[in-house]
């Protein structure tokens, strides 16, 4: 459990206290003009997501906002007593800013410092989350799954209604560390839902059970605090408990209640919490689901959960993650807090003091996971590489794709990263490939229809890329600063359009230029450039 000197480091962190539930940060987000209301019916089967994702694929994203749906129905006329919320944890960056209880430029110092100073959960003896207890033949007569308004993600492709925000808590059998992660659930029955974690930490809870012969215990928390989600979409060590990460995103520890049916302790605080047993003997079929590469998710045999209880509270609010196609909030929320656990392996853990900073692309790549670019400070090719192949290894499924760059470069800007392999990348001796990656979902690394085991031992390459320089170049040709700066004021003063800059919009020096080269830029800016034409007259050389 916490200790009073890990709060307090914590509170220094955050500087106030943290959302004590997901309604906190609902109010966080209306409060700053960030939440839609829709009070009209909307069916949950037909049209919610898709209503959503039109802002991923017709808004940029300062302009995306969360939803809060009040008026829910299906396509069998029935209407939910639940709201469902979609894109109140990572529609933006902001948003998910908001959920940290800070400002955008300081999500990587919040990520670093949880990471080195994670803070124990808190058990209580009772949560709001446990209000309402359903169990037995109640989940068979409307209260179980099916009281849910869980919507249909990809209308059209999707098999069923799917969890998307479902946080599996279990617990590794040996050590009892805690897992959080969020796995996507297909709603098969009122008192069953599928599981896609095999190849995820999970995967190796549920294969401990089977060698002892015994069922995996589990629950789903949804409508958790956004530190809590964050935690759990993150790729971070197997023996980290996400817990306690969550806790020290936060600033304080995440209050835990015993669940009703298992041997596990959930959030106190969450909207839902669905408790049960998974059967380690026995898998059934899963999916197709519209997934984050941008394809629909093949078929799989896998686990499932046998739902014992539901907890929730008297007026639960569901959550839903966008998922599917990038980028979405699912692409959002995961590479947002990997990438800063990725630069702490590399930095810090790695020991590689080159590294300055760390991007996964999550507009061409789904989640951000297979666009790996690094940031590096005065780096040797022994530093870059050094990166490289470390990126590849960090963990199974991220970076197919790593790239290094110098510290100039805007690492979140496609064209300044395809600028630099361009330009600085020698194809002969700069580009390798790895072996031995987890493939994922990656549609590329098996045809569809393979069985699940088949795909888990099944394995793929990474691209790893050094587009750092490999020597001084001449300046960046743009005009030099104080002249641009100059033109900036002069564009202002004509009120023309609003500028927004993108680095680099001035030149700068990058070691290859003389005191000749400077002084004749010098003399051209004064008109003296006829000095310059005169001097070359007597350096000509006769052409043989």
């Known amino acids: 459990m916490a200790t009073a000197d890990k709060q307090e480091s914590s509170r220094m962190v955050t500087g106030r206290k943290y959302y004590r539930d997901f309604r906190d940060h609902l109010a966080a987000l209306e409060e700053r003009g960030k939440l839609v209301r829709i009070k009209r019916a909307i069916n949950k089967d037909t049209e919610l997501m898709p209503l959503v994702r039109w802002q991923f694929r017709g808004l940029e994203e300062a302009e995306r906002k969360a939803f809060l749906f ?51 959960p808190a058990q209580v003896a009772h949560g709001p989350v446990q ?20 919507p249909i993600s990809t209308p059209g492709f999707d098999n069923a209604p799917y969890l998307t925000s479902a946080n599996w808590i279990t617990k590794d059998p040996d050590t009892e560390i805690y897992n959080i992660g969020n796995y996507r ?38 409508g958790v605090t956004p530190n809590v989600a964050y935690a759990a979409t993150a790729k971070i060590p197997y023996d980290f408990d996400e817990y306690r990460l969550a806790g020290g995103l936060a600033g304080k ?11 596990l302790l959930v959030p106190a605080t969450a909207e839902i919490v669905i408790e049960g ?55 959002k929320i995961k590479h947002t807090g990997t990438e800063k656990i990725i630069y702490k392996f590399l930095r810090h853990d790695s020991g590689n003091a080159a590294v300055v900073d760390v991007a996964l692309h999550d507009e061409v790549s789904g989640s951000g996971q297979n666009y790996c670019v690094i940031k590096m400070r005065n780096a040797s090719k022994a530093d870059a590489w050094r990166a490289l192949n470390a990126s590849a290894g960090f963990t199974g499924s991220y970076a197919k794709v790593c790239v290094a760059v110098d510290e100039d470069v805007d690492i979140r800007d496609p064209a300044m990263v395809n600028w630099a392999i361009c330009f600085n990348m020698r194809p002969e001796e700069d580009v390798a490939i790895a072996k031995g990656k987890s493939p994922g979902l990656d549609p590329s690394a098996h045809p569809p229809g393979m069985e699940s085991l088949q795909v888990r031992m099944s394995s793929i390459g990474a691209l790893l890329i050094n587009a750092v320089r490999p020597w001084p170049y001449t300046p960046v040709s743009l005009p030099k600063k ?63």
């Open 70 to 120: 009040e008026n829910v129905v299906d396509s069998n006329n029935r209407r939910y007593t639940m709201p469902v919320t979609v894109g109140t944890l990572a529609a933006t960056t902001e948003i998910y800013a908001i959920g940290l209880m800070c400002d955008p430029a300081e999500i990587h110092e919040r990520w670093v410092h949880a990471q080195n100073n994670p803070v124990e």
């Open 131 to 150: 209000e309402v207890v359903r169990q037995g033949q109640d989940l068979l007569n409307g209260y179980g799954l099916d009281m849910i308004p869980v």
């Open 185 to 222: 659930s297909q709603i098969k029955a009122p008192n069953r839902t599928g599981g896609l974690f095999t190849s995820q930490h999970m995967g190796q809870h549920w294969r401990k059970c089977q060698a002892r012969g015994m069922r995996l215990e589990a629950c789903i928390a949804i």
């Open 482 to 544: 104080e002249f641009m700066e100059r033109s900036r004021q002069i564009w202002e003063e004509l009120e023309l359009p609003p500028l927004k800059p993108r680095m680099p919009w001035y030149g700068y020096s990058l070691g290859a230029w003389t005191q000749e080269d400077q002084e004749e830029a010098e003399l051209a800016v004064k008109g003296g450039y006829f000095e310059t034409g005169k001097k070359q007259t007597v350096q000509r050389k006769k052409v043989s």
């Open 277 to 331: 047993t998974i059967p380690t003997d026995v898998v059934e079929p899963e999916g197709p689901f519209g997934e984050y590469p941008g394809y629909m998710g093949h078929r799989t045999m896998s686990p499932f959960l046998e739902v014992s209880c539901i907890t929730h509270r008297r007026d639960a609010i569901y959550t839903a993650l966008m998922s599917q196609f990038p980028p979405s909030e699912s692409s």
């Open 253 to 263: 520890p995440v209050e835990v209640v015993r669940a009703k049916t298992v041997d």
